[in-house]
């Protein structure tokens, strides 16, 4: 395998890689999979990157305190929006689920700080509004808040196919290809 991939010009980070049992299984590019016995391959957002976008959303969260709602909702929706799509293809909805909660939590704690003597129903009424399937929102005037949930999640299909470079029926098709007789070269 080694040999293969340093005849196309890659090579292995030694201090990176390192061999795993399926079941344990591995993080790369911000999922965990794992493949269970005599079943299927189950890809999850891995926990550092769950800790990551948490602690981002709390950072934009902490340091807009005096920052109107709309524009507060704004720079959550980009972290939402943008960390949901990459996420979409995978089992995430429990995941999407938990971030929600925990987002919800830190926005009730910015609005109680910032009217420390009104009441609970007053900072519903004044910041929240019950839209799409009776779910409490962060409203502003021109901004609603994203829900993780809200991005629609999509399956990924598997296209597996016999003509890999591993395979030794195609290897001499592989071979023939410019790309990857010469290893790349340094200009």
């Known amino acids: 395998m080694q040999l293969y991939f340093h005849k196309i010009g890659l090579q292995f980070n030694e201090s990176?890689?390192?061999i795993v049992s399926r079941s344990s299984g591995f993080d790369?590019?911000?999922?965990?999979?794992?493949?269970?016995?005599?079943?299927?391959?189950?890809?999850?957002?891995?926990?550092?990157?769950?800790k990551r976008v948490g602690k981002t959303i709390k950072n934009i969260i902490m340091k807009n305190k005096q920052v109107k709602t709309d524009g507060l909702i704004y720079r959550i929706n980009s972290i939402i929006k943008g960390w949901g799509i990459y996420f979409r293809y995978c089992r995430s909805w429990k995941t999407f689920s938990h971030l929600d909660?925990?987002?919800?939590?830190?926005?009730?704690?910015?609005?109680?700080?910032r009217h420390p003597n009104k009441?609970?129903?007053?900072?519903?009424?004044?910041?929240?509004?019950?839209?799409?399937?009776?779910?409490w929102r962060l409203t502003g005037e021109y901004w609603e808040k994203l829900d993780f949930?809200?991005?629609?999640?999509?399956?990924?299909?598997?296209?597996?196919?016999?003509?890999?470079?591993?395979?030794?029926?195609?290897?001499k098709l592989w071979e023939s290809k410019p790309e990857c007789n010469n290893s790349p070269q340094v200009a």
Do not use: A, E
Request: glycine share 6%; net charge positive.
């Open 101 to 113: 909660s925990i987002v919800f939590r830190w926005i009730w704690k910015w609005c109680t700080r």
């Open 149 to 171: 949930r809200d991005i629609k999640r999509l399956k990924y299909y598997w296209q597996v196919g016999d003509r890999s470079p591993m395979n030794p029926r195609y290897r």
């Open 16 to 18: 990176k890689t390192h």
């Open 28 to 50: 790369f590019l911000g999922f965990h999979f794992v493949q269970y016995p005599n079943s299927y391959l189950r890809v999850i957002p891995s926990k550092k990157s769950i």
């Open 119 to 135: 009441g609970k129903r007053w900072i519903m009424k004044n910041y929240f509004s019950l839209q799409r399937g009776n779910k």
